[in-house]
């Protein structure tokens, strides 16, 4: 379940860069990704039970603010015949500025191709906020109002190019306690390490790699 906040990038990899298709009302910036990590975390959790995983997605940029993309990973080869063995996500967006801050809100559907059961697929509205080198992203489920996640990032440029990135987030559930995740990455380049911790789960490290085209 791939985490999407304001920057849409410190914990794992790399979007954008593209090619431009235009017509006289419309111009489309179309933008592609792949990636790599040693553990695909999400939301402080394991999505691949430890394993390795591979991604990469699409995203078209629509202009005037609106956005939508397609992104897909596997999820590790620890899997059954009933579980899906690799995430589909579909999302779409739409980002403005209030004065000095850039908002954006948005879709996005979690999908599972495969998986026994259909109610494993989920959706999330989402609204973030983005000021200097912070931001803070609010999700709810689309469909059990109780079940929210907030995020709190934190982007920093370093010497010689590095960047560190700061995150906090807690997730609220209807019928269960809340969870409570952090993380600290150091990035450069295409290549990013990440600490991250969860309450229910091991303190990980993880390394990952991503480029665009």
């Known amino acids: ?5 304001f920057s849409k990038s410190s914990l ?3 979007l954008l860069a593209g090619s431009m298709l235009a017509t006289p009302a419309l111009a489309v910036t179309i933008e ?3 990636g790599a990590t040693t553990d695909y ?13 591979l991604s990469g997605g699409i995203d078209a ?3 005037s603010g609106f956005a939508i993309g397609v992104w897909a990973g596997s999820l590790g080869g620890n899997q059954t015949d009933d579980s899906a063995n690799y995430e589909l996500d579909l999302y779409g967006s739409y980002g403005f500025a209030l004065g000095e801050i850039a908002m954006e809100v948005g879709y996005i559907a979690y999908k599972y191709p495969g998986v026994a059961d259909s109610a494993s697929d989920f959706e999330d509205i ?3 906020a983005g000021y200097g080198p912070l931001s803070v992203s609010y999700y709810v489920d689309a469909d059990v109002d109780d079940n929210t996640y907030i995020s709190i990032d934190a982007e920093f440029g370093l010497e010689d190019d590095w960047t560190l990135g700061l995150h906090f987030g807690q997730e609220a559930f209807e019928t269960a306690a809340d969870d409570d995740d952090a993380a600290i990455s150091l990035s450069k380049g295409d290549v990013t390490f990440t600490v991250s911790g969860d ?5 990980r490290a993880i390394v990952s790699w991503g480029t665009s085209f």
């Open 32 to 34: 592609g990704n792949i």
């Open 1 to 5: 379940m791939t985490n999407f906040t």
């Open 12 to 14: 794992t990899a790399a």
């Open 61 to 63: 940029d629509l202009g």
């Open 126 to 128: 989402y609204v973030s």
């Open 199 to 203: 309450e229910d789960d091991d303190t």
């Open 41 to 53: 975390i999400w939301r402080g959790n394991t999505q691949s039970s430890g394993d390795a995983s």
